[in-house]
């Protein structure tokens, strides 16, 4: 299974999670630096993570149509 670490940006659905993903990716060319963000539906069963957290979330199977993942733990 996949495991990602982000920020909850969005607690407002019912047992889903917004997590934001943030990576620094390199120019191959310039050789610079630059961030790359992506944003993942994750299943919240609890609702007890809330904006501003760093979580770790985790493959799954789909729960919904945009939901793939589920928050296993808080960092």
Known sequence: MKKLIGEVV???MN???????????????????FKVSKRFKAHDEKNEFKMGDKVEIIETRPISRDKRWAISKKI
């Open 15 to 33: 047992k889903t999670r917004v997590i934001e993903i943030i990576q620094w990716k390199k120019n191959e060319k310039y050789l610079k630096y």
């Open 10 to 12: 969005s607690d407002k």
